[in-house]
T-cell receptor, first 114, second 111 residues
């Protein structure tokens, strides 16, 4: 069975440019998460989806970040415009249901903003 | 406010010996704890978990111990192998909500 798939793996952009990350969760997993991981730190939750609904987006900087999960499967995270401080690894994870439990992570997208 | 703390940034052990990774938490509402392992350029991989109703969970070479009164958990790896060299993250959740991660501990197993 395929794991969580993320693309692209790496992205280099100039500041003020837009960027988008894509995530395909494990089949049958209703809960999807986007995390931000800065160097030397653990992942921090940006947004959590239960099917199509964003149930926790309290940590998402809504002035420049947006996310969507159409049809309750794939998800896209967008940054517009990107800032230097957005350079980090963006991780997507999924789990079976809203009970939390084990989350399975993708390999992440490493973003460099120049 | 760091709710989950891994105070040792790195740990080095000899192959075949025991590795002990520690984690402390402050939120008494946490009821589920997990350990993830991360290799370079890969996402975190689930290793082992424990519910707050237990004080020990074992899976092969990996054992997690939970001391609720001290708000402390530890991961024991016995025997340690060179392939165990990775970054280990402790994570916790309350009532099935978001995972809160520690900053990680780099484990290096020397052969």
């Amino acid at each position: 069975e395929a794991g969580v798939v993320q693309s692209p793996r790496y992205k280099i952009i100039e500041k003020k440019q837009p960027v988008a990350f894509w995530c395909n969760p494990i089949s049958g997993h209703n809960t999807l998460y986007w995390y931000l991981q800065n160097l030397g730190q653990g992942p921090e939750l940006l947004i959590r989806y239960e099917n199509e609904e964003a149930v926790d987006d309290s940590q998402l900087p809504k002035d420049r970040f947006s996310a969507e999960r159409l049809k309750g499967v794939d998800s896209t995270l967008k940054i517009q415009p990107a800032e230097l401080g957005d350079s980090a690894v963006y991780l997507c994870a999924s789990s079976l249901g809203p009970g939390g439990g084990i989350q399975y992570f993708g390999a992440g997208t490493r973003l460099s903003v120049l | 406010d760091q709710q989950v703390k891994q105070n040792s940034p790195s740990l080095s052990v000899q192959e075949g010996r025991i590795s002990i990774l520690n984690c402390d938490y402050t939120n008494s509402m946490f009821d589920y704890f997990l350990w993830y392992k991360k290799y370079p350029a890969e996402g975190p991989t689930f290793l082992i978990s424990i519910s707050s109703i237990k004080d020990k969970n074992e899976d092969g070479r990996f054992t997690v111990f939970l001391n609720k009164s001290a708000k402390h958990l530890s991961l024991h790896i016995v025997p340690s192998q060179p392939g165990d060299s990775a970054v280990y993250f402790c994570a916790a959740s309350a009532g099935g909500n978001k995972l809160v991660f520690g900053a990680g501990t780099i484990l290096r197993v020397k052969s």
